[in-house]
């Protein structure tokens, strides 16, 4: 979303990424339900299934949590577009380490999902999958993993406009 507000992306290969990103999340999903598969018995917490395929609060207060998530996204994606605009940039691993840098640090609270489909393709596939003793998928708190990190790639995305544009005025001003 991100990436497409400041035109990175082209909005007609938004729904294209987004279905890529929900299938590779089903299947991702799927993958760790097989490679558990003798667990899931064995297991008995539903709180410690769940938390295998998708993200929760530390402390569930739904604004904080929310407020989490916009956080982390608006980290992400800012400095994804920092990035992208130094063409010497390390790409990828600076990304890669971007990531883990936002879970290190901001991801206590509440698991820092930071993806929507990160979240809700897993969580989907807790709730279709056969997981023995599972429990609530929790759809209380689904959607905080959702609007959190599509509400911060957004608001990343009007600063580092702001910003760059303010950033190309002075430079030709001078």
Not at 51 to 66: E, H, K
């Amino acid at each position: 979303l991100g990436l497409a507000i400041v035109g990175k992306t082209p909005w007609d290969q938004v729904p294209m990424y987004l279905i890529a990103q929900f299938l590779g999340a089903f299947i991702g999903a799927t993958l760790v339900f097989l490679h558990y598969y003798p667990h899931w018995a064995e297991t008995e917490d539903p709180g410690l299934k769940l938390a295998v395929f998708s993200t929760g609060p530390a402390i569930r207060n739904p604004l904080w949590n929310l407020v989490s998530e916009i956080i982390g996204t608006f980290v992400l994606v800012f400095v994804i577009l920092c990035l992208g605009a130094n063409t010497a940039s390390l790409g990828p691993l600076a990304v890669a380490l971007l990531i883990v840098v936002i879970g290190l640090s901001l991801g206590g609270t509440t698991g820092y999902a930071i993806n929507p489909a990160r979240d809700l393709g897993p969580r989907i596939m807790h709730a279709v999958l056969p997981i023995p003793g599972k429990g609530s998928s929790d759809w209380e708190y689904a959607w905080i993993p959702v609007a959190g990190p599509l509400i911060g790639g957004a608001v990343a995305a009007f600063i580092w406009m702001a910003a760059y544009q303010n950033f190309i005025l002075n430079v030709f001003k001078n």
